[in-house]
C-alpha cells in the first residue's frame, strides 16, 4: 500500500478487510486506512461508503450520516449499487 500513493484499490480493499475481522482495533485501523483510501481518490465513492459503514460499526453516527449524506447527494441512479448500499446504510442509522 505504501508503494504506490495514488492507489485507492489496495487501501480500500484492506480497510474493508480489516473491518470484517470484528473487533474494535481492527476497526480503528480500517477507519485509519478508508481515510487513506478516500485521501488518495476523493472523488471515488467506493471508499466513502466503507468508511461510512466503517464509522457507524465503530459507533461515529454523525460521521456515517455525514459521508452517506455525501456519496447520496451525487445522484446516483437508482441501478448503482453504491446507491442501493448508502441507502441500506441510511435505514439503519435512522433506526
Do not use: F
Request: hydrophobic letters at 40%; a positive charge; glycine letters at 4%.
Amino acid at each position: 500500500m505504501a508503494r504506490d500513493r495514488k492507489d485507492w484499490v489496495s487501501a480500500n480493499s484492506l480497510g474493508q478487510l480489516l473491518m470484517r475481522c470484528g473487533d474494535k482495533a481492527q476497526g480503528a485501523q480500517a477507519v485509519s486506512v478508508l481515510e487513506e483510501a478516500l485521501r488518495r481518490k476523493p472523488e471515488e465513492l467506493e471508499p466513502r461508503l466503507n468508511l461510512a459503514i466503517a464509522y457507524a460499526r465503530m459507533s461515529e453516527m454523525k460521521k456515517s450520516r455525514d459521508l452517506t449524506d455525501r456519496l447520496l447527494s451525487h445522484k446516483l441512479p437508482a441501478s448503482n449499487p453504491l446507491r442501493a448500499q448508502a441507502e441500506r446504510l441510511v435505514a439503519v442509522l435512522n433506526g
